[in-house]
């Protein structure tokens, strides 16, 4: 949580960015820029993308300062944008493969009290290896894996994003973590021999 002073600092930056001026927008820039693209990183496989989404996503932010209203976490506002953009950006590229929910399975309660324990599973895994892993997911799946478990968006909020049912959001997601979890079984594996 931010204190008084800092809150103060960041008002003064987002007010000068609002009026264009260029050393208040490279402050904001410098602030956001290693967390944003950490976030952009986990849409998109590449570097050269993730920077690309990360500069677009500031021209956006730029463009909607002014809409920002101060009673909620600037933080936030500027992450749920980047995720917006990195979003649009994996749409306009058609890469999204997606289940269709006639070859998915109806979720049994077995199944979402094993989904509540591989979550918990998926907490502890060093954050390196779980990047890696979800780094070589498909897009689709990474794109509702990344929504649901980072910006903790729901199954709702994430059809509605991508276009989708709620079924085949929540499919895509069982089917990301089944996917994970073998591909950070054979990480760890290389890991330990070497």
């Known amino acids: 949580m931010l204190n008084v002073e800092m809150k103060e600092e960041l008002k003064q930056i987002i007010e000068g960015c609002i009026r264009n001026e260029r050393k208040y927008q490279e402050k904001l820039f410098k602030i956001y820029y290693g967390k944003m693209l950490m976030v952009c990183k986990r849409y998109t496989m590449d570097d050269d993308s993730a920077q690309e989404i990360l500069q677009t996503g500031f021209i956006k932010i730029f463009e909607k300062l002014e809409m920002f209203d101060f009673k909620g976490s600037f933080d936030g506002w500027v992450r749920r944008i980047i995720a917006n953009t990195a979003i649009d950006s994996i749409r306009k590229l058609k890469r999204m493969p ?21 979550e918990m599973e998926f907490k502890t895994i060093q954050a390196k290896v779980a990047l890696e892993a979800v780094e070589e997911l498909t897009p689709g799946y990474r794109a509702v894996f990344n929504l649901y478990v980072f910006e903790e968006y729901t199954h709702k909020e994430i059809a509605e994003i991508l276009g989708i049912s709620e079924g085949t959001s929540k499919s895509n997601l069982a089917k990301a973590k089944q996917n994970l979890q073998r591909i950070i079984e054979k990480k760890t594996v290389n890991i330990n021999q070497e």
Do not use: A, D, G, I
């Open 98 to 118: 997606y289940l269709s929910e006639s070859n998915s399975e109806f979720v049994t309660e077995s199944e979402n009290k094993m989904e509540e324990e591989e």
